[in-house]
């Protein structure tokens, strides 16, 4: 009986979650006449259509390669931003630590349609509009506070002796990052790049608003903005939401472990 | 290798004293240890020498040397900690090399000194393991290795041997003391083991509150404690100590006793000069056994007298049983005094 519940429990949960992204698979393989009507709930005949449509008819390929450059440089550099300002957050001795991490908290709560305007005149101003770097920028800052306090939870959890001996054994305190600390934390940066990494790869609001051409554009814009004639291209959509959805379902798949490591430091011993 | 020298070091924890202002001086080649209980900021001193910490006021030096200043890298200490401190993605050799790489040294010298502290410490066929992959006294061969490789001129150890069990301790004490004879390198020893301290060291320095108690041989610190905090810390069985109306009754005490009438006194006498019979002898006390522990080479025996706890020695065979009388030899000439409110020894001469 409890073993029923639980696995009714599971089953609602999973289905709660994985509907709609299940209800897009089976819209971007159903044939377009199909995709206007309630029955069928499945595609009666499996089509491609849809995504031959998306790279054939638009510039797709360009705006996932706009994703992907923007994801993977926001990710960098808000690792090799955010680590070492972790460290020395959480192992070093910094004047005015409580302040900092406030400063750092306060940013994490600004909600970013506040901030969408100046930014934009800002940017602007800066020659950047319509530019990946732009957006680079923009996401880099807004996820910094979220890898930096993840970080620092990792580094607080490792055992201070081995700064110490690091320290002793002559190297200098960004010496004793990079050789002891950063190798231990790997699991930490591993979660805190990904969790960057899709942040980047979703956000609308930014990316809507500072670019204007197939130049910049990230992939949810460029979805949100696929041009419908008479109609709303809703197998186009779904299709390339499934084909833009996979490569972060594999990313998170495949350092699943990894992840759950990182999130959960210092709440197991390792 | 160095004398160290310590001016006026001192402490804080915001406005909490964890050492007082300490002078003293540590030989070249000595083997030195910081000896007290948890708390007594034995630690703390030597993070001070290591320069993971700052005192707030003071010096070090070696030899000419001021050290307090630099950074830990620039005093050439290497130290070994209580949880080993080795490096769990590196290898056994990657942990020795480590602090030899630090310093740029060329490859094949790193081979060959690695090769040469593993061969010293038995850890030629381990070189290729992981920490993880290693017992606890083979994690204390690697961060001793790790701290020999490069000849420091200061040695510093941080209670290495109390995560070990009993038997290796005493086995790694004495591979210790070998490797310090063999090297001769300044060592500074922390320990809250006083038998440890007492094995191993030419010179200790018994620590409480911050504050130095005593600082003299094993030996000295053993037979001649400089107050009851010393007398109770070290020896094993723990010293007695015999107060209020019953100090009257200690054979020997009554000329200390009438030249200190108007102070309270303590008398303290250790449990391994106290001899125990099954019958009565000249001088001997009347003592209600409650305890008996036989340790194989000697029986000790625990008593109740005029209210107050007393351990002595019987030869290991006695007839002693508990709850019987048994007459315990007190020698007047190892009896120490100290005064009860202050704990300061009173001499008798």
């Known amino acids: ?270 | 290798m160095a004398r160290i020298r310590f001016e006026g070091l001192e402490k804080r924890y915001g406005a909490q004293p964890v050492l007082a202002p300490l002078d003293l001086v540590i030989e070249d080649g000595e083997f030195f240890t910081f000896v007290g209980p948890s708390g007594c900021g034995k630690s703390t001193l030597l993070h001070l020498i290591a320069g993971i910490e700052a005192p707030q006021a003071g010096a070090i030096y070696f030899d000419h040397d001021r050290v307090d200043q630099l950074a830990p890298g620039a005093r050439d200490v290497a130290m070994v900690f209580q949880s080993y401190a080795l490096y769990p993605h590196l290898t056994v050799r990657e942990n020795i090399a480590f602090p030899l790489r630090v310093r740029r040294l060329a490859r094949a010298e790193i081979g060959r000194e690695v090769g040469r502290v593993a061969d010293a410490l038995g850890l030629a066929a381990l070189l290729d393991r992981k920490p993880r992959e290693l017992s606890g006294g083979q994690r204390q061969r690697v961060a001793l290795g790790r701290a020999l490789v490069r000849r420091p001129r200061v040695f510093l150890m941080d209670e290495p041997l109390s995560n070990l069990d009993a038997r290796l301790r005493l086995e790694m004490r004495e591979e210790l003391k070998r490797l310090h004879e063999a090297y001769r390198v300044t060592t500074i020893y922390v320990t809250h083991d006083q038998e440890e301290a007492m094995a191993l060291s030419q010179r200790i320095a018994v620590l409480s509150a911050g504050r130095v108690q005593q600082c003299a041989t094993p030996q000295q610190v053993y037979a001649d404690p400089a107050n009851l905090f010393v007398a109770q810390f070290v020896g094993s069985p723990p010293i007695n100590v015999i107060g209020g109306d019953a100090v009257r009754d200690v054979p020997g005490a009554a000329p200390l006793l009438a030249k200190h009438a108007n102070e309270p006194l303590l008398l303290g006498v250790r449990p391994a000069d106290v001899e125990v019979y099954p019958a009565p002898r000249a001088g001997t006390l009347a003592v209600e056994v409650t305890l008996i522990e036989p340790t194989g080479s000697d029986l000790w025996v625990v008593g109740r007298w005029r209210g107050q706890r007393i351990k002595g020695r019987a030869a290991p065979g006695a007839r002693i049983e508990r709850g019987a009388t048994a007459h315990f030899n007190v020698p007047p000439e190892r009896v120490y005094c100290f005064a009860a409110g202050t704990g300061g020894r009173v001499r008798v001469d």
């Open chain 1, 1 to 270: 009986m409890r073993r029923a519940l639980r696995a009714a429990g599971m089953a609602l949960v999973i289905g709660y979650c994985l509907a709609p992204f299940l209800w897009q698979v089976a819209t971007s393989l159903k044939p377009a006449a199909e995709l206007m009507s309630l029955p069928p709930l499945f595609p009666t005949r499996l089509t491609f259509e849809h995504y031959a449509a998306i790279f054939a008819g638009h510039p797709f390929l360009r705006i996932i390669a706009n994703s992907a450059l923007v994801a993977a440089c926001t990710t960098l550099l808000a690792l090799a931003v955010g680590a070492p300002a972790a460290f020395a957050l959480s192992m070093l001795q910094v004047r005015g630590r409580v302040a900092i991490l406030a400063g750092v908290l306060a940013i994490s709560m600004f909600p970013p349609i506040a901030t969408v305007s100046p930014l934009f005149l800002a940017l602007a101003a800066l020659g950047l509009h319509d530019t990946v770097a732009a957006l680079i920028i923009t996401y880099t800052t807004f996820s910094l506070p979220l890898a930096v306090w993840l970080l620092m939870n990792f580094f607080a959890a490792l055992p201070r002796e081995l700064y110490a001996a690091a320290r002793v054994d002559g190297c200098t305190a960004f010496g004793a990052f990079t050789r002891v600390v950063l190798p231990l934390a790997a699991p930490g940066l591993l979660a805190a790049g990904l969790l960057t990494f899709i942040f980047a790869w979703n956000e609308f609001l930014f990316a809507l608003t500072f670019t204007a051409t197939e130049a910049a554009r990230t992939i949810p814009v460029g979805i949100a903005l696929f041009p419908g004639l008479h109609e709303v291209p809703y197998g186009e959509i779904a299709a390339a939401a499934v084909t833009v959805t996979l490569p972060v379902v594999v990313l998170a798949l495949v350092f699943q472990r990894r992840i759950v490591e990182g999130l959960t430091a210092g709440a197991v011993k390792g």
